[in-house]
């Protein structure tokens, strides 16, 4: 069985998808997954080790590019396409390939809906996990759908480590202290990781794309680290502390202990999936994540590493 799925964008919800997608890879033989991946964002895909094929989406990139990638779809013959997006481009994506199945979301905007079969959830007032708006894509197939639905990242590895003074079998803390909107970037980090450095014997990490001198005796890792190696950091930590952002997903992905950290979101909505067990979720009740004080953050981490040293 050969399935196209398209879904570009944003990477948190590839992270979603690729949930729902690596479900299929296991219960389906011989089933062969092809995606439709913004440009930058195939690392992710890669890591996975589920994406047979990649056809990459250049946002912006003009007519000539989006004729040429709608070109190649339809050189190959999927039994299954779907648009995981939502989106008028997606749709029509869907729409010119040679497949007789092709489903796509209820909720997709921009008359997305009216170029494929809908599935799922047609209503967005209802309070639901991002992810359980794309599980009845796996009982399409007829798959009754874990509850965890983990991913493993097989082909995620780091290959230079001395490169930034992180060692396999060294523990460490990971921070995210970054998001795509600043007013989901919990502002006190850097006093957090002051405060692990008295009180913890664990090196910290920390990691992103944002370079600056403000973390003080830390391995700073930022813009070091592949798309396709950062799952291989986030398995390989004690426990993550991160925002509302694509590797609180990824660490949610891979069952890591985790801290996320929320301010105008819903974690309902957007937070880690399920929402218990491994993830400890704190939600300012004034949703302004500033108001989230370094001691809550602290004791919630201090738990949890309590957990992880009676558990190994």
Request: proline share 5%.
């Amino acid at each position: 069985m050969k399935v196209l799925i398209i879904k570009p964008s944003s990477l948190g919800d590839v992270v979603h998808s690729l949930r729902v997608a690596s479900l299929l890879a296991r219960e389906i033989p011989n089933i062969e997954i092809h995606w439709v991946i913004k440009s930058g964002l195939e690392g992710i895909l890669n890591a996975s080790g589920i994406v047979k094929r990649n056809y990459i989406f250049h946002r912006g990139g003009g007519f000539l590019k989006f004729l040429k990638l709608c070109h190649a779809i339809r050189e190959e013959k999927y039994d299954y396409v779907l648009d995981l997006q939502g989106l008028l481009r997606s749709a029509v994506l869907t729409k010119i390939t040679r497949s007789k199945k092709k489903y796509g979301r209820a909720d997709g905007r921009e008359f997305s809906t009216l170029f494929y079969n809908c599935i799922g959830m047609k209503s967005k007032k209802k309070l639901m996990h991002a992810i359980d708006r794309l599980v009845p894509f796996i009982e399409l197939f007829g798959i009754k759908s874990c509850k965890s639905l983990p991913l493993d990242f097989t082909e995620s590895h780091i290959y230079k480590e001395d490169s930034f003074s992180l060692r396999q079998n060294s523990p460490y803390i990971l921070i995210f202290p970054e998001s795509r909107r600043p007013e989901k970037e919990w502002p006190n980090f850097e006093d957090l990781v002051s405060l692990f450095n008295r009180k913890f014997n664990l090196n910290v990490v920390i990691a992103g794309s944002v370079r600056s001198d403000n973390f003080k005796n830390c391995i700073d890792v930022r813009g070091k680290v592949k798309l396709v190696e950062l799952p291989w950091l986030i398995k390989n930590s004690l426990i993550v502390i991160s925002n509302d952002s694509a590797p609180l997903h990824i660490a949610s992905s891979l069952c890591k202990p985790l801290v996320a950290l929320f301010g105008p979101t819903e974690h309902e909505r957007y937070g880690p999936y399920p929402q218990d067990g491994h993830a400890k979720v704190i939600a300012s009740p004034s949703r302004k994540i500033e108001d989230i004080s370094i001691e809550s953050v602290y004791r919630t981490i201090e738990t949890t590493l309590t957990e992880i040293k009676v558990q190994s």
